[in-house]
């Protein structure tokens, strides 16, 4: 008998009265369109077509992970997330209207219902985020690991408000227990962590990638003895485990790992063809509006061509519309762009800020030399640099590099090359077309979250 997960049933739930509130609105949208009567021709359409529509509210709010959201979701991302998924089904009706030729769907009463789905659904789940996150409440948490690495994770939490950790102390190897780093008190040294742990009240324990692997195995299966709640961030192999498949040699288990290198695909080269051509044609006006912009505002050329590196380590030029004053790194050389970089031009602060600047790289995309979705594109001197500092950074070559990517729809402005590859390493894992198509759609909404990736 299949049984349902209680996260299942949660879900379930949920989606239940997703599809109740979607169904809802409608109704009340043809009852405020007909003086509070339904009309047996107009109404009818929408009898037949109700399933569909159900389906399809339930499908985009899977694709924006609306049913896989935890109490430590930022609100803002769950608003954006139901106003394209809503907006995406309502698309979808429309297009289904006019495909089975039902013209008596009256079209006021898509805009009135799309209104009502918007309101009701957005009210609904900020009721439902705002009892989760009481439910939850605040966990204490304990940070194992390096000195700075465990104080730099844990200022990120505490600069998080969504995350309901509250750091009581950190274990790392080198301070003594009676000191403090940033603030957070150290309860000891990683020799003594079975005892700290045993001798402290806790809910949470945050290990960090650098700790050895055999503290991280002990404290993993004490804190499993004892249902103890663990996060562990990942390094680099522990993210290579993901999807391993679990076979059998004789009696011995084994995972075995390897990457499928999907990136050789042809439908994913067709998808970025398809769409590229199509975001290149319905972009054009932007791109010449831009342009004029660009060169009326500062002296300079209107596309900034700088090399990047490509599938195989290979160099190719990338192009951006200008968004910096002419020979900005005159005097400094290359360095990282930030998000208030004094170097950027006024309409250079606006392209970066509205992701406009990086649509001459459909003209990437199409050459072949990048592809819609993958990981950045880096600067030579950069990825010299971060393949001596990280372990495995190269493998983040072996796919063709994107406009977009896991990194910038779940990163930030300011997510290190270290995160940044944990994400790249995600995506190879489950390179795929749906994956992609879920990424672009997600890209959308991101343009609307300021401190997102770029």
Request: hydrophobic content about 45%.
């Amino acid at each position: 008998m299949w049984l349902l997960s209680n996260k299942s049933k949660h879900s379930f739930i949920i989606m239940l009265f997703d599809i109740l509130i979607i169904n809802i609105s409608i109704i009340i949208a043809f009852l405020l369109r007909f003086q509070f009567t339904l009309p047996v021709f107009n109404f009818q359409p929408y009898m037949e077509m109700s399933l569909w529509i159900s389906l399809g509210g339930v499908f985009f709010f899977n694709v924006y992970h609306l049913y896989s959201v935890s109490a430590r979701t930022r609100w803002d991302d769950q608003f954006y997330s139901i106003i394209f998924a809503v907006t995406l089904n309502l698309m979808l009706t429309i297009t289904i209207t006019y495909i089975s030729a039902n013209y008596s769907f009256p079209r006021s009463v898509f805009i009135i219902g799309g209104f009502l789905q918007v309101v009701l659904l957005v009210s609904w789940r900020y009721l439902l985020w705002k009892f989760t996150k009481t439910a939850l409440g605040e966990q204490n948490a304990i940070i194992i690991g390096e000195p700075v690495e465990a104080v730099e994770i844990a200022h990120r939490f505490k600069e998080f408000s969504e995350s309901h950790i509250n750091v009581i102390g950190i274990i790392s190897n080198q301070l003594q227990p009676t000191e403090s780093e940033g603030g957070y008190k150290v309860l000891g040294l990683l020799p003594d962590v079975d005892k700290i742990v045993e001798q402290t009240e806790y809910d949470v324990i945050v290990i960090t990638p650098s700790l050895d692997a055999e503290i991280k195995k002990r404290i993993i299966s004490r804190c499993y003895s004892a249902g103890k709640e663990v996060f562990l961030i990942p390094d680099l192999y522990e993210v290579l485990l993901i999807k391993a498949n679990l076979n059998l040699i004789d009696d011995i288990p084994v995972f075995n790992i390897k990457d499928s290198n999907g990136d050789n695909n042809q439908a994913k080269r067709m998808l970025d063809l398809i769409i590229g051509t199509i975001a290149l044609v319905l972009t054009l006006p932007a791109l010449v509006i831009v342009a004029i912009i660009i060169k009326l505002d500062s002296p300079g050329p209107v596309i900034y061509k700088q090399e990047r590196v490509t599938k195989g380590g290979r160099v190719f030029v990338l192009y951006k519309f200008r968004t910096m004053v002419q020979d900005a790194e005159q005097e400094t050389g290359p360095v990282f762009a930030v998000e208030d970089d004094q170097r950027a031009t006024r309409v250079g602060r606006m392209l970066r800020l509205s992701r406009l600047d990086e649509i001459p790289q459909l003209f990437n995309v199409l050459k072949g030399d990048m592809s819609l979705v993958g990981p950045r594109p880096e600067r030579p001197i950069f990825v010299e640099q971060f393949s001596k500092e990280i372990d495995g950074y190269d493998n983040r070559h072996r796919l063709k590099p994107g406009i977009t990517g896991i990194a910038q729809i779940a990163g930030k402005y300011n997510t290190g090359p270290r995160e940044k590859l944990v994400f790249d390493l995600l995506y190879a894992k489950k390179n795929d077309i749906l994956v992609d198509l879920q990424i672009l759609l997600h890209t959308i909404k991101v343009l609307f979250l300021r401190d997102k990736a770029s």
